[in-house]
């Protein structure tokens, strides 16, 4: 699954990897959209395999010609994002915990930065290949204060400008509550709609908080995430208990090495800052039945 060939390939990576960074789209002489997609069957396993050919794309209803296309394992960027408020208390070693197991799927070519939020977001780490010093940074880290995870994301979104790779998640580490931010849910989701960051979220959310747990900004922090995850892409995973959550974190880091990545170049070519909508289906080959098909939902024409 090259482009047209291993020297195309890495030549196509490199351009994305120089223009994507602090951008939201890509300029060679024309825009170059990025759209990372997750293809699973169902029983919830990722399907590999898939050609070109099985996928096609659309842009505000109308389909677009995929110029770029591979199903190989892209350069990452991930800013972890950990929860460190008092409602985690005596979690954080397995929040600790999880972000080891994550990090171990990770490649050499891949960077992470760590930030840690409680009534503040904190930029603890800057981007780093050394994935030892985050773990090491988590150690002896306590629980204390208030949650605000709205403006957690948006350092987050921010910090991301930095990245390198083509490709740019943020991993939320939390249990959802939210009850201190500064920014508003919908200037957050913009900002990060316009970064092209794709964001996956783990923890032991409380299903009332989704119905109780409104903050000033009018949602509460697990509905935040989960409406977050779904347009970018990622996705949110709620473990049963704490116990889980390594597995869970490891099963993210798989997910986003099994991605196929595609890209086009708009039919409209005009550059207004509107935002786009897309839609990505997937035919599967005869004899593999239904898939379920994950993408961003759309993109900034700037």
């Not at 972890?80 to 005596?90: P, Q, W, Y």
């Not at 409680?118 to 150690?139: K, P």
């Not at 990245?163 to 939210?178: C, F, I, Q, T, Y």
Request: charged letters at 20%.
């Amino acid at each position: 699954m090259r482009i047209t060939g291993t020297a195309a390939f890495f030549s196509w990576l490199l351009a994305v990897a120089a223009l994507l960074t602090g951008q939201t789209t890509l300029r060679v002489e024309s825009t170059l959209v990025v759209v990372p997609v997750s293809v699973t069957d169902k029983a919830n396993r990722f399907v590999i395999g898939l050609e070109k050919q099985n996928f096609r794309l659309y842009e505000d209803g109308a389909e677009q010609k995929i110029s770029q296309f591979s199903g190989e394992d892209v350069p990452l960027s991930i800013g972890i994002l950990v929860d460190i408020s008092a409602s985690m208390g005596s979690r954080i070693g397995t929040s600790r915990q999880a972000v080891a197991e994550f990090l171990k799927t990770m490649n050499a070519g891949d960077e992470a930065f760590l930030e840690e939020f409680n009534d503040r977001a904190t930029l603890q780490l800057s981007f780093t290949r050394a994935f030892d010093d985050i773990t090491n940074r988590l150690a002896d880290v306590k629980s204390d204060g208030t949650t605000a995870l709205i403006d957690a994301v948006d350092l987050g979104v921010t910090t991301m400008k930095d990245a390198h790779n083509p490709r740019k998640a943020l991993l939320l580490v939390s249990d959802g509550g939210e009850n201190s931010s500064h920014y508003s849910a919908e200037a957050v989701k913009e900002a990060i709609q316009r970064a092209d960051v794709q964001v996956y979220a783990m923890g032991v959310f409380d299903p009332l908080s989704k119905l109780l747990g409104m903050t000033s900004s009018g949602v509460s922090g697990p509905g935040f995430l989960a409406n977050l995850c779904e347009q970018t892409g990622g996705r949110e995973y709620a473990a049963g208990n704490y116990a889980a959550l390594p597995t869970v974190a490891r099963r993210i880091g798989i997910e986003l090495r099994n991605q196929y990545v595609l890209a086009f170049t708009p039919l409209n070519h005009e550059h207004t800052g509107d935002y786009r909508k897309l839609e990505v289906k997937v035919t599967p080959p005869d004899g593999m039945g239904e898939v379920k098909v994950r993408w961003r939902n759309g993109y900034y024409a700037k």
